[in-house]
């Protein structure tokens, strides 16, 4: 069987984009891979974490995961730092990447901002933590967004030349898994910008935690135009918060755009917002309370974690092991 990684960083405020556009996949690929979820903290701590909210952050992804249906019986669920291979991993992927492949990397020069002489280390070195991360599971599948892409080009550069430098075909060059539609929610207010937990307007997004008024209030209100649906995809050409929610309905109603505009072309977005917003609080209310029940014992949801990343070390060991030997380094 196959091997999948994907990480998740315990930043909070999870919303229906990191729902739909990871977790929900999640759920589907464990029947067909050997998955390992990550709550990645030490990509978190990159940028300023309070250290209340991280952890309460880190549960409340692994409880947003195990509601959403993903099991931890079947499949490991940790937090990144309770695996100390991911990190050693990366500083030797530190001295395998070169600065100008990091000098390529546009999230950093995103996050850094014009002020990048502020920014920290860690951010600069992020995408080698995260090739250590993959391959030291030696995974070969990356389920990611499209913002993630260019990360995963990266980790494919470092196993390739740790291969050519130290043996071939040691580490596996990973495969992206991209989905379909909709893993690409975007704001409710612009419908250019994606759906994301540190935008000012908090009616941009439908957390995972909002309650039934709060969600079908934000979907009253999100932005659209002014025209009625059109009957085919491509009348969604030009009008990014139509091409949004009507891709968010798709997404939870597990059909295509082209469905729900045969559905609902036509109609006014007086006729389709209430109808998604039905379906949005539908689909998300089971998960919401199975997520306040787990977060009211934290403890059980400690546990849970703990024997995930045992799990997790017990397939990182030898192979950072193995990684030693191959580089020289003695061991005990
Ligand atoms: N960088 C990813 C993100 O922000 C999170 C991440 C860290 C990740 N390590 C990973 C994703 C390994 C996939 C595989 O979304």
């Known amino acids: 069987m196959q091997r999948i990684f994907s990480g998740v960083q315990p930043t909070g ?3 229906l984009g990191n729902y739909l556009g990871a977790i929900r996949n999640w759920v589907r690929l464990q029947n067909d891979y050997e998955c390992i979820f990550c709550m990645v903290d030490l990509h978190a701590i990159t940028v300023w974490q309070e250290p209340d909210q991280l952890r309460s952050n880190t549960r409340e992804v692994a409880a947003a995961m195990i509601a959403s249906g993903v099991d931890p019986e079947n499949n490991i669920i940790f937090n990144q730092s309770q695996v100390p291979q991911h990190a050693e991993l990366a500083w030797i992927f530190n001295c395998v990447a070169r ?11 995103e996050k850094a901002g014009k002020d990048k002489e502020r920014a920290s280390v860690g951010l600069y070195a992020y995408p080698n933590l995260m090739a250590a991360d993959i391959l030291v599971y030696k995974a070969t599948h990356v389920p990611v967004g499209e913002d993630q892409k260019q990360h995963l080009e990266l980790c494919r550069d470092i196993a390739q030349k740790f291969n050519h430098d130290y043996e071939e075909d040691f580490f596996p060059i990973v495969e992206p898994l991209i989905f379909g539609e909709a893993t690409r929610v975007m704001s409710l207010r612009d419908g250019t910008s994606k759906m994301s937990k540190s935008d000012a307007s908090d009616a ?11 969600i079908t209030k934000k979907i009253r209100r999100a932005r659209t135009d002014a025209e009625p649906l059109p009957m085919e995809v491509a009348g969604l050409k030009g009008r990014a918060e139509a091409a949004n929610l009507v891709g968010i309905y798709a997404a939870l109603n597990d059909s295509s755009s082209a469905q729900v505009l045969a559905e609902f072309g036509g109609q006014g977005f007086g006729v389709f917002k209430p109808a998604l917003a039905d379906l949005a609080v539908d689909k998300l209310a089971t998960i919401q309370d199975e997520m306040r029940r787990l977060m009211a014992d934290p403890a059980h949801v400690d546990g ?15 192979i950072l092991r193995e990684v030693h030997n191959k580089i020289g380094i003695l061991q005990p």
């Open 13 to 15: 405020n999870l919303h």
């Open 99 to 109: 600065l100008g492949w990091l000098d390529r990397m546009t999230q950093f020069k």
């Open 204 to 214: 941009s997004r439908i957390n995972m935690t909002d309650d039934v008024d709060t």
């Open 304 to 318: 849970i974690i703990r024997s995930g990343a045992e799990k997790a070390r017990a397939i990182a060991e030898p």
